[in-house]
């Protein structure tokens, strides 16, 4: 590209970011409003529809900081090309690793950076159809789910060493013949630990105590979480 065209792009690009003419402060801050709103919107929703057997406010009170971080990202790159391109050069060298391990978080972390992308993009409208349309759904899912397991809890179970498969029989069979226990939610067996998470409805504290029991003789070292599925 010609020098003479990168300088003139350069010196409109800098004079844009001085002036700050291309820059509605008034829409700035109707649409940071907007999402502030949304962003609790979502939250809300996740606390009182998600399954995941994660505490579910630990999570989710990082749901507004998020959607302001991908706000700030597009109203940056809205302001200037050089801008967003530094942006790109800076955010490449930052490695960002979540430990999100079931895939509702992420559908809900996809959903609060399609919606901070719609308002940054001043599109109000579509991200309040689409935060009331996800809403919809997980009410009317929540709905159609079991009722029994609705009410059920769960159960994590981790052995400190690596299970033997014959101990690893003896733990399915127990499970498969519990009746208290309605499925398998997640399952890790790596070369330290065996860890299984349980969507279990213990009738009383008999049941609990007796499921307990019958680890203890496939492994002493057995250690169980129970979880209540109103942790939230």
């Not at 999570?59 to 940056?76: D, E, K, P, R």
């Not at 399609?114 to 001043?122: C, E, M």
Request: negative net charge; hydrophobic residues 45%.
């Amino acid at each position: 590209m010609d020098s003479t065209l990168v300088d003139a792009i350069y010196d409109f690009e800098k004079n844009k970011i001085a002036t700050g003419s291309n820059i509605d402060l008034i829409q700035w801050f109707l649409s940071l409003f907007v999402l502030i709103i949304l962003a609790l919107f979502i939250q809300y929703t996740y606390n009182k529809y998600a399954t995941t057997v994660s505490n579910h406010r630990s999570f989710s009170n990082l749901f507004l900081l998020f959607s302001l971080s991908t706000f700030l990202i597009i109203s940056v790159i809205k302001v200037s090309l050089i801008l967003s391109l530094g942006l790109v050069g800076a955010l490449s060298i930052v490695r960002f690793r979540a430990a999100i391990k079931e895939p509702e978080q992420i559908v809900y972390l996809f959903l609060l950076i399609g919606i901070s992308i719609s308002v940054g993009a001043n599109q109000l409208i579509i991200a309040c159809i689409i935060s009331l349309i996800a809403f919809i759904i997980c009410h009317f899912i929540s709905k159609s789910e079991n009722e029994l397991l609705n009410n059920c809890d769960y159960l994590k179970i981790n052995f400190s060493s690596k299970l033997e498969d014959d101990k690893q029989n003896k733990l399915f069979d127990l499970i498969e013949k519990n009746k208290n226990v309605n499925n398998i939610l997640r399952f890790i067996d790596d070369n330290s630990s065996t860890e299984i998470t349980l969507n279990i409805s213990f009738k009383n504290l008999d049941d609990l105590k007796y499921f307990k029991n019958e680890l203890n003789k496939i492994d002493d070292q057995v250690t169980v979480s129970y979880i209540s599925s109103n942790n939230v």
